[in-house]
């Protein structure tokens, strides 16, 4: 995330709750990598959203949080973070549907957060892309509260919806400012009677024209070519379906999932030539990209895949690979310069088509348009609403 040049002097500093700094490319920490050179960020790392269930998930992810607790960054861990940005781990409670459990994880952070602004040179922004603050929102002396609307956690598959839902609505109704990155998720706010920003997800281009990390030999070896690629988390938003169907209908090649599962359906990482591998660094996914015959999103039709703005769609479209994805809210858009699907049949037979074809030129030519959606300036829209709106 390549910070954009800007001569302006110092601006007003922001307070961030999103995921952890570093642990995935998060649209938030697009947007902050490009305004580190004129705001100072204090970047807060939260417990994150999902009730503690007895699984090696949540118990990989505690241990993650236990360490972040109880050992500080290492001088060189600190160094490695760009410059003007500090990160925070305050200890929270894991809970957050009860009173109880609000009131303490209200008091924990402040407790561990009011110093942090206190060394600021002036009242910070607070910027949230997570419900779970609301309680904490007029604790702190902040200028001004920003909801930035990334998701509806509401529908989110293996989260407490209710609770969350109920969260988000303190927070729809206490924050000064809020930015929404999808239509869908405006007309949400809306619903519950605030109007929003709309602010939709951006690429660095020159990253995804460029060659990236090479991968390592192991990443690819022994999978059957042509590949079919998709990158992000597996998880039950996938449409097995989908998947099953391209699966059947391929008479050579790989479907090739890349990154963490999150609780996915069992079945669909039983079905012939589907192949799941682990995370990869993020400055990889370019020469991953090179790698694909076709790029895929395969989402199933559902409120919460209605809602979502895939950071990936734009990512898969620079990077001049076809790509071929589920026709939703935030896919139609996009219509000229992919292919959408609507079924099974339709996903496996397009995919199957663009396999020996590629990109059409008529698509290609289509994707001009991608110029006007770099991260540097969805970073200065950010800052006029948020900041100095």
Avoid at 149 to 161: A, E, I, M, R
Avoid at 209 to 227: D, N, Q, V
Wanted: net charge positive; glycine share 6%.
């Amino acid at each position: 995330m390549p910070p954009s040049a800007d001569a302006n002097p110092p601006a007003a500093p922001l307070l961030v709750f999103a995921d952890d700094w570093g642990r995935h490319p998060s649209s938030c920490q697009h947007l902050v990598g490009h305004l580190l050179p004129r705001h100072r960020v204090a970047w807060v790392n939260t417990i994150g959203m999902r009730t503690p269930r007895l699984d090696l998930a949540t118990l990989r992810r505690g241990l993650e949080k236990a360490h972040q607790w109880l050992r500080p960054r290492a001088p060189r861990a600190t160094e490695a973070l760009p410059a003007n940005l500090s990160v925070h781990n305050p200890r929270m409670w894991p809970w957050f549907t009860r009173g109880l459990d609000r009131r303490l994880n209200c008091r924990l952070l402040r407790r561990a957060l009011l110093p942090v602004v206190q060394a600021l040179p002036e009242p910070p922004v607070a910027v949230t892309t997570l419900p779970i603050v609301a309680d904490l929102m007029g604790a702190l002396p902040v200028r001004r509260w920003v909801y930035y609307c990334v998701d509806d956690f509401s529908v989110w598959p293996g989260l407490d919806q209710k609770t969350l839902g109920a969260l988000e609505e303190v927070v729809v109704r206490r924050a000064d400012v809020l930015i929404a990155v999808s239509q869908t998720l405006q007309a949400r706010l809306a619903v519950m009677g605030r109007e929003s920003h709309l602010l939709t997800h951006g690429i660095d281009a020159e990253f995804w024209s460029g060659p990236g990390i090479p991968l390592e030999t192991a990443t690819l070896a022994g999978l059957k070519r042509p590949l079919v690629v998709f990158w992000g988390v597996t998880d039950r938003r996938m449409d097995t379906a989908f998947v099953r169907r391209l699966a059947t209908d391929l008479a050579q090649g790989t479907i090739l999932l890349v990154g963490p599962a999150d609780d996915p359906d069992p079945a669909l990482l039983a079905l012939p030539r589907v192949v799941r591998r682990s995370p990869l660094p993020f400055a990889q996914l370019p020469a991953l990209a090179r790698e694909a015959a076709v790029l895929v999103m395969p989402y199933a039709d559902l409120p919460v895949t209605r809602a979502i703005q895939p950071l990936k769609l734009k990512e898969y479209l620079a990077t001049g690979r076809p790509v071929v994805v589920r026709r939703l809210p935030a896919t139609e858009p996009w219509g000229d310069c992919l292919d959408l699907a609507d079924t099974p049949e339709e996903f496996s037979m397009t995919v199957r088509r663009r396999l020996p074809e590629g990109l059409p030129e008529a698509q290609r030519g289509a994707r001009a348009r991608l110029a006007g959606e770099q991260w540097d300036e969805k970073a200065r829209l950010f800052a006029r609403w948020a900041v100095e709106g």
